[in-house]
Nanobody
C-alpha cells in the first residue's frame, strides 16, 4: 500500500516536496516512480529511481525536480523547485520491477496546483 502526501497550492516559482510511504512490501527491491496526470491529459512519467539509485527524468522535470528514496523509512520523495502552472496535476507514486516505469502498485495521488 502506498500513501502519497505533500501536495497543495503554490505560487509559480515556488517549491513543494512530495512524499510517498509504503507498507506491506519489501520497499528496497523495487524501482520507484512519480507520474502525474493533468486535466484532459494522459498520465505521464515525471521521474523514476531504480533500486540501485539510478534516476531518470522527463524533460520538463530535469533540473527542477529531484527524486530520492529512503529505504530505511520505506519512503520516496519528489522535491519540486521552480514550479510552473504547467506542473499542475495529480501526482501519483508507484513501485514495481519494470524500469523505468514501475507500475506494480500505485498510490492514491496528491493534487499539486501552481497558481498565483
Amino acid at each position: 500500500q502506498l500513501q502519497a502526501s505533500g501536495g497543495g497550492l503554490v505560487q509559480p516559482g515556488g517549491s513543494l516536496r512530495l512524499s510517498c510511504s509504503a507498507s506491506g512490501t519489501i520497499f528496497s527491491i523495487f524501482a520507484l516512480a512519480w507520474s502525474r496526470q493533468a486535466p484532459r491529459k494522459q498520465r505521464e512519467l515525471v521521474a523514476a529511481i531504480s533500486r540501485n539509485g539510478d534516476t531518470t527524468y522527463a524533460g520538463s522535470a530535469k533540473g527542477r525536480f529531484t527524486i530520492s528514496r529512503d529505504n530505511a523509512k520505506n519512503t520516496m520523495y519528489l522535491q519540486m523547485n521552480s514550479l510552473e502552472p504547467d506542473d499542475t496535476a495529480v501526482y501519483y507514486c508507484s513501485i514495481g520491477s519494470d524500469w523505468p516505469r514501475p507500475s506494480r502498485y500505485w498510490g492514491q495521488g496528491t493534487q499539486v496546483t501552481v497558481s498565483s
